[in-house]
């Protein structure tokens, strides 16, 4: 899997480091600093593909957040730097002590964001160990769902940001902006060409979609959230037991013996299919798989009517 690494504003990092120390800036020191870290979750991103293909796709996608937002961290903490030098290089006298203390608070802040970043390396580490907590289903379900919601409002933010960077008057700010963000001058230049109508930056099409796609994942986490809180459950109706799994998420129907092919038919007709490690017919547990419900049980009595 190719590796994607984003910018690091190393002519900020070299002048933030005069401002703190008396040595020498090495050139590049801080996107090899950058490139280490993000290689070590990439390196991390390989072994969990060799050993788990299934989640491959997963994994490098974690990977390519922890780069993007790895790199959001180091330009933060760069950009930090320039807004005050340390006592030992301005000197004691007239000290702006009001801005060193807001300068603190900030990296204090930044420093909360760089645990969530870390966070991303942390599950990946999960998935390796197998520590992960398994939610509901097939799985993993909810947190599978958290994860792409997170990512879904992360890009939301992302493309507000680059447009309001991009719509600024004063253009050298703009890519200043976006250069903190990680985008590198090609990178910028490609973002600030216009499309087919016209448009530079993220169209709004794109910002809809993307929220549009926020809101069904919240809704579909909610129903989730809502099973799961509620718990399996069993009815009997005069043909069959009907057990809601919260566990599997399924909807589950289990007969006393095999089922005549016709019921077999109407079971299939509706979505139900057998699975013989649970000894049921099921279907994924959700307002859909009550409904399906309702026509079998409707199905297999306009059935026994006309046998009668």
């Not at 788990?52 to 330009?75: C, F, G, I, Q, T």
Request: aromatic share 8%.
């Amino acid at each position: 899997m190719e590796r994607i690494f984003y910018t690091i504003n190393e002519k900020s990092a070299k002048t933030a480091h005069e401002m703190m120390s008396m040595s020498d800036y090495k050139e590049g020191s801080k996107t090899a600093e950058y490139r280490g870290y993000v290689n070590e979750a990439y390196d991390l991103a390989d072994k969990i593909a060799e050993a788990k293909p299934k989640e491959a796709d997963r994994v490098y996608a974690l990977a390519e957040r922890y780069s993007r937002k790895m790199a959001e961290y180091m330009n933060k903490e760069i950009s930090i730097g320039l807004r005050c030098p340390s006592v030992m290089i301005s000197g004691a006298g007239n000290f702006p002590v009001k801005k060193k203390e807001k300068q603190v608070a900030a990296w204090e802040k930044n420093h909360e964001f760089y645990q969530q970043v870390k966070g991303i390396l942390d599950k990946m580490k999960n998935i390796m160990y197998g520590k992960e907590q398994i939610k509901s289903g097939d799985a993993d379900a909810i947190e599978r769902l958290e994860e792409k919601l997170e990512s879904l409002r992360e890009l939301q933010e992302t493309m507000k940001a680059v447009n309001k960077a991009i719509r600024l008057k004063d253009t050298e700010k703009g890519d200043n902006a976006l250069r903190d963000m990680g985008y590198s001058d090609e990178q910028i230049k490609e973002l600030r060409k216009p499309d087919f109508c016209g448009r530079v930056g993220f169209p709004d099409y794109a910002l809809q979609n993307n929220n549009a796609n926020i809101h069904r994942v919240e809704d579909r986490l909610k129903r989730l959230k809502a099973a799961k809180e509620k718990g399996t459950q069993e009815t009997e109706n005069d043909f069959f037991k009907v057990i809601r799994n919260a566990e599997a998420m399924r909807l589950q129907i289990i007969f006393d013996g095999k089922p005549e092919p016709e019921i077999r038919e109407i079971l299939k007709k509706n979505g139900f299919r057998w699975a013989p490690s649970n000894g049921a017919w099921q279907r994924h547990l959700n307002g859909n798989s009550e409904y399906a419900l309702n026509q079998v049980i409707k199905g297999i009595k306009k059935l026994q009517g006309a046998e009668a």
